[in-house]
């Protein structure tokens, strides 16, 4: 690759023209986590937390962020999902509390849906501390990446581990 994709023929940027490239179906995993306390993990379970259902709340943010990822991401093309699903799973271990949200993203179109599954498991993420910080502001927003994409030119990626 001799140039920049997202660079026009003056050293700007510019949108990638996706005009010629093939509608496929394509489906995006990302995955994001949050590290709570245990008083936190007990609230969101019992569903105490004072601003409400946490849960439900990520969820409504998370969808809403996937929606909007071609207003917030400079180059991301807007595109007509046909679905998102965000589950949620968590994972004790003695005093650490580890709620691991996970992000489908589905559309129909010619370019992919990697960036909308990011931007929800993050803002889902993101949610979750703005809900949990008047019990504990040091909770810990974990690594955020792609689990797997399918459909489009690149074919499917899957993470290894």
Same mark, same amino acid.
């Given at each position: 690759?001799?140039?920049?994709?997202?660079?026009?023929?003056?050293?700007?940027?510019?949108?990638?023209?996706?005009?010629?490239?093939? $509608?496929?179906?394509?489906? /995006?995993?990302?995955?994001? &986590?949050?590290? %709570?306390?245990? #008083?936190?993990? =007990?609230?969101?379970?019992?569903?105490?937390?004072?601003?409400?259902?946490?849960?439900?709340?990520?969820?409504?943010?998370?969808?809403?962020?996937?929606?909007?990822?071609s207003t917030?991401?400079?180059?991301?093309?807007?595109?007509?999902?046909?679905?998102?699903?965000?589950?949620?799973?968590?994972?004790?271990?003695?005093?650490?509390?580890?709620? $691991?949200?996970t992000v489908? /993203?589905?559309?129909?179109? &010619?370019?992919? %849906?990697?960036? #909308?599954?990011? =931007?929800?498991?993050?803002?889902?993420?993101?949610?979750?501390?703005?809900?949990?910080?008047?019990?504990?502001?040091?909770?810990?927003?974990?690594?955020?990446?792609?689990?797997?994409?399918?459909?489009g030119k690149?074919?499917?990626?899957?993470?290894?581990?």
């Amino acid at each position: 690759m001799d140039e920049f994709s997202h660079i026009n023929e003056q050293g700007r940027a510019k949108m990638v023209d996706i005009t010629d490239k093939k $509608v496929t179906s394509r489906i /995006a995993i990302a995955r994001s &986590s949050i590290f %709570v306390n245990q #008083e936190i993990y =007990t609230k969101i379970v019992d569903q105490t937390i004072g601003k409400g259902d946490v849960l439900s709340v990520g969820q409504v943010a998370g969808i809403m962020a996937a929606k909007q990822t071609s207003t917030i991401i400079p180059m991301c093309h807007p595109l007509p999902l046909s679905g998102v699903n965000i589950q949620f799973d968590w994972q004790n271990k003695e005093d650490n509390y580890q709620l $691991v949200i996970t992000v489908e /993203a589905k559309t129909k179109g &010619s370019t992919g %849906v990697e960036m #909308e599954a990011l =931007t929800a498991a993050s803002i889902t993420a993101l949610t979750i501390y703005d809900m949990c910080k008047a019990v504990d502001k040091g909770m810990v927003i974990g690594q955020t990446y792609l689990v797997e994409k399918t459909g489009g030119k690149s074919g499917t990626y899957r993470r290894e581990g």
